[in-house]
């Protein structure tokens, strides 16, 4: 997924259809590369797989999301390999992230979720990492198109920071155009207050009209990193 880039016919805007996918105004579709076996990837007694990054490279990636393994690709180890000739690539949701180098992934293709104990590497692991704003301009979340539009339309969002965020804003915006000038902050669309423990938020706003949607931090105290996601 492109971020932050203007929209073409080679970079389509992915709309927001009622009901239909979770669309990233914040949240980078990230490769990184898997250690090489027998470490990078051990599977437990009941299909659980540990990850370790090549070279404890930082994945930024958190629990919940879905995470692709795969051979060589642009952050890759080289082909994954396994020790009993066991299948690690295919799709896995996020369990728990022991560490900035290490994940804790469950199965959810049907071809890996009954495959032996095993150790092996390689490859790479891709899903959607925390983004900084601080490499950032301006504070401006990725845009979509809002598909289904007029009065009584649903929008519900949720964000969710690397760690405390301290004093922080992110707004839930709206545009009939899709420019900077045009875009204003939904009546209950500025959060301020984070879940002290997972440092997560939601919003819901039961009735919206607008062509465009996207987040936009206004503020934030701490350096850490931000998911943001939108649906209607």
């Not at 932050?4 to 579709?29: D, F, K």
């Not at 797989?49 to 490279?57: C, G, I, K, Q, R």
């Not at 071809?111 to 983004?131: C, K, M, N």
């Not at 939904?186 to 919003?203: E, K, L």
């Amino acid at each position: 997924m492109p971020t932050y880039a203007v929209q073409s016919p080679t970079n389509p805007m992915r709309g927001l259809q009622r009901g239909g996918l979770t669309g990233y105004s914040w949240g980078a579709l990230t490769p990184i590369g898997i250690a090489a076996s027998p470490t990078g990837l051990v599977r437990a007694v009941g299909g659980i797989v540990t990850l370790n990054t090549l070279a404890a490279a930082a994945h930024n990636f958190a629990a919940g999301e879905v995470v692709t393994l795969s051979d060589a690709g642009p952050a890759g180890g080289g082909l994954i390999t396994s020790v009993g000739g066991t299948r690690f690539g295919g799709n896995y949701m996020i369990q728990t992230v022991p560490s900035a180098s290490s994940l804790v992934l469950l199965p959810l293709d049907e071809i890996i979720l009954h495959q032996a104990p095993d150790t092996g590497g390689g490859g790479s692991a891709v899903s959607i990492a925390f983004e900084s704003p601080a490499i950032l301009t301006g504070g401006k979340g990725f845009a979509m198109p809002l598909d289904a539009q007029g009065g009584g339309v649903g929008l519900f969002g949720d964000g969710l920071f690397s760690a405390a965020p301290g004093v922080f804003e992110v707004d839930v915006q709206g545009a009939m155009v899709d420019a900077d000038s045009e875009y204003a902050t939904f009546t209950n669309g500025a959060i301020s207050v984070v879940d002290a423990t997972n440092f997560n938020f939601r919003v819901d706003l039961a009735s919206i009209s607008a062509r465009f949607v996207r987040m936009f931090i206004r503020a934030r105290a701490n350096a850490v990193g931000f998911i943001g996601r939108l649906r209607a």
